[in-house]
């Protein structure tokens, strides 16, 4: 069983919006927190949004105010909305789960594109 599976990506025009769903196995329910991260290629991977078990959540300068984390009533599922997007938010988006955030991630999603033209 895959722990993590995202959903959701595309391509989409500059401003338009996306919602990424990532479904989450039970191999994850000890973790903690949730989290999107993506990547495009040559570069490293960061940290996007984050959500802890308690629902206290976190952005990346880059996305504040433009992306909102969430996740279902059983904290297994977890969505990214995605609002006003930027050719810049090009990339794959990866789901992932830990122990707390902004600790060692201990699961990651397989990655789905999203793609924005200007």
């Known amino acids: 069983q895959v722990p993590l599976v995202e959903s959701g990506g595309g391509s989409v025009q500059a401003g338009g919006s996306l919602r990424l769903s990532c479904a989450a196995s039970g191999d994850t329910d000890h973790t903690y927190c949730k989290s999107w991260f993506r990547q495009v290629p040559g570069k490293e991977r960061e940290g996007v949004a984050h959500i802890a078990s308690d629902g206290t959540t976190t952005y990346a300068d880059s996305v504040k105010g433009r992306f909102t984390i969430s996740q279902d009533n059983a904290k297994k599922n977890v969505y990214l909305q995605m609002e006003s997007l930027k050719p810049e938010d090009t990339a794959t988006y990866y789901c992932?789960?830990?122990?707390?955030?902004?600790?060692?991630?201990?699961?990651w999603g397989q990655g789905t594109q999203v793609t924005v033209s200007s």
């Open positions: 992932a789960a830990g122990g707390y955030c902004g600790g060692a991630v201990w699961f």
